[in-house]
């Protein structure tokens, strides 16, 4: 490496980008790497990243310390600290940080925020449960009392146990007396109610941790406790059964009901602001109409080619039927694995580092990780859904009808390189302190979405009904902005949301219960952050490689290196844009809206 090199490693990347010369660490995908440069690269680093750390373990120290949800003494203890780290963040000369480190410094000023606005959320929550737990803070304070270090009274402890069971029975007995199509819920909705069977065994747990510290070291506490424990424990146990029964809706033996926890306008406000999208939920329903209407009108060209004219439903059902047999499917995925590096190592878009192509491995999804992730998952070791010999007749054939080799190949380079598993890789050796700061969907699902459209227009696939797998995952991820939003804006229940997965986009009606049960689980904006996350980086694309900033391969090395954030601050970072102690979001990445 030539002096002029590692001098410039010295520079942010930021600021090489405002010049026509972009020159970015050499050797650093080698293996060995060159050190030389990894050491230039480190003193290049935002003098932040220890602070960042430091929030991010002393606020887990805490959470594991006042460990009951929903307890006012977490929700104080929490409050308190973030606003003491957003006065000391305040308190910091903004403009004697590095470029890096204002970044940093934007990043960590949102997160704050945005914790503190889910604490609120979070107290809200829990006084809508409280009708259906009015024994929860006898059970919390004890728990708590003994992480203050102080003695429980065996006598009083199990005198309150006992009168905690008695509670518990007559709670249930009361949901059990109830009609259920006239249940006189007293306003409780399903989804509170679910809320409510969850801390109620989260209880049972922080209760269960309790009598451990006690039970078999001291005699006195076994002697008045033990009998008073069990009943509690059992009574907590049949207390949610009834919960789930009567105001949730599960039977046993059934399969249960997608229930979730919308945050509506006002939580996807906040979530919104810690990820700088600068779009309302309204702008960004239509953002993913236009994105759908755009990739129907693709479907019916390729369907046209294919002998089914307009009718691409038709040309979809054709590739769905084209799986391989049982036994087969991992050796379909290496075979697109190596098409899929060998075609983006041949357009020198991005440098692959030879380690992050060898270690990745396949597993197989066991039958209850597909009722929830239905196709395949990414990282290190990727994980293929393909039926089992004990499942159902009808689950193995959907199954193997949502995973056709032509929907995997839209889906292996996002899962694996340069997607999901080149992501980790990267994240986990450089700028590390960025990705436990912001688990951003945008950057991360996003990215590996990216690929998708940029190896589209760059003629990856092989045929059409590999067309037709692209199609229908891209179809799927702008389904996803609308499905999402309107249910996390409580526009549609669950099953309005699987209608639309399958009568729009063509899903297996198991896989569509699937996807919906995975949103209703998932933080507010990870679906939708697919697709928009994706757009972000095109257009980025589009602004410093398609004018001649930087080429391809020094706009991809640059993401990798920079570490997970916002886009937007990728965008800041990049074109070495001027930032303040207030820098807000407003770059609006979807220009003909």
């Known amino acids: 490496m030539n002096k002029i090199c590692l001098l410039l490693l010295l520079i942010p990347f930021g600021l090489l980008a405002q010049n026509d010369d972009v020159i970015l660490p050499e050797g650093w995908g080698d293996d060995p790497p060159q050190l030389a440069s990894l050491v230039a690269f480190a003193r290049s680093e935002s003098e932040l990243r220890v602070a960042i750390n430091r929030y991010l373990e002393d606020k887990a120290a805490i959470e594991r310390r006042y460990e009951v949800q929903y307890s006012p003494v977490r929700h104080a203890r929490l409050w308190d600290f973030h606003q003491g780290w957003r006065q000391q963040l305040q308190s910091l000369d903004f403009d004697a940080l590095s470029f890096e480190a204002q970044i940093d410094y934007i990043s ?14 979070v107290k809200d929550r829990g006084e809508q449960i409280k009708p259906l737990l009015p024994f929860g803070d006898r059970i919390r304070l004890l728990q708590e009392n003994r992480h203050d270090r102080n003695r429980a009274d065996p006598r009083s402890a199990a005198a309150m146990l006992d009168s905690i069971a008695d509670e518990l029975g007559e709670l249930t007995a009361a ?52 009998e008073p424990y069990a009943r509690v424990n059992t009574a907590l146990l049949i207390y949610v059964a009834a919960i789930n029964r009567n105001l949730v809706g599960i039977e046993p033996g059934e399969k249960p009901p997608i229930i979730g926890d919308p945050v509506l306008e006002d939580g996807l406000r906040a ?26 009108d693709q479907f019916r060209i390729v369907s046209a080619e294919m002998g089914f004219g307009d009718d691409w439903k038709a040309a979809l059902e054709h590739t769905k039927n084209l799986a391989p047999e049982p036994g087969e499917k991992p050796w379909v995925i290496f075979d697109i694995a190596d098409y899929s590096e060998r075609f983006i190592e041949d357009l020198d878009y991005i440098t ?15 039958p209850e990780d597909q009722l929830v992730s239905p196709f395949f998952t990414g990282g290190e070791t990727t994980r293929v859904s393909y039926p089992t010999d004990g499942m ?9 009808r949502g995973n056709t080799p032509h929907f995997n190949f839209a889906t292996v380079h996002h899962e694996l390189v340069p997607g999901h598993h080149m992501q980790e890789f990267m994240t986990r050796r450089f700028n590390q302190h960025r990705g436990a700061l912001m688990r951003t969907p945008f950057w991360g699902e996003g990215w590996a979405l990216y690929w998708e459209l940029q190896l589209w227009e760059a003629d990856f696939p092989r045929n059409n009904p590999d067309k037709i797998g692209m199609l229908f995952w891209r179809l799927h ?25 399958v009568d729009r986009v063509g899903h297996e009606r198991a896989n569509a219960e699937a996807e919906v049960r995975r949103t209703a689980s998932a933080v507010p904006l990870y679906q939708l952050a697919y697709m928009t996350g994706g757009l972000q980086f095109r257009a980025l694309y589009r602004e410093l490689v398609d004018s001649g900033r930087m080429t391809a391969r020094e706009f991809h090395d640059a993401v990798m290196q920079g570490g997970r954030m916002p886009v937007e601050l990728v965008r800041a970072r990049l074109i070495g844009q001027p930032l303040t102690r207030d820098f807000e979001s407003r770059w609006r990445f979807y220009d003909d809206l």
Do not use: C
Request: aromatic share 12%.
């Open 108 to 121: 960590l000023r949102n997160r704050i925020d945005y914790d503190l606005e889910v604490l609120s959320l």
């Open 175 to 226: 949901l059990e007396k109830q009609d259920r199509k006239n249940s006189g819920r007293n306003g409780i909705s399903s989804t509170v109610a679910s809320r409510a069977a969850a801390q109620v065994e989260h209880l049972r747990t922080v209760l269960a941790d309790w009598n451990s510290f006690y039970d078999g070291y001291d005699p006195a506490f076994n002697f008045w406790v033990r």
């Open 271 to 296: 979530d919104l602001a810690v990820e700088m999208i600068p779009y309302s939920a309204r702008e960004l329903l239509e953002i993913g109409e236009r994105e759908f209407a755009w990739i129907e």
């Open 352 to 366: 692959m580092p030879p380690l992050s192509r060898e270690v990745w491995r396949l597993m197989m999804q066991t």
């Open 392 to 400: 159902a007749h009808r689950d193995k054939l959907m199954s193997m």
């Open 477 to 501: 991820r702008a389904a996803r902005i609308i499905f999402s939003l309107n249910y996390q804006l409580g526009n549609w229940s669950p099953q309005q949301a699987v209608d639309f997965l």
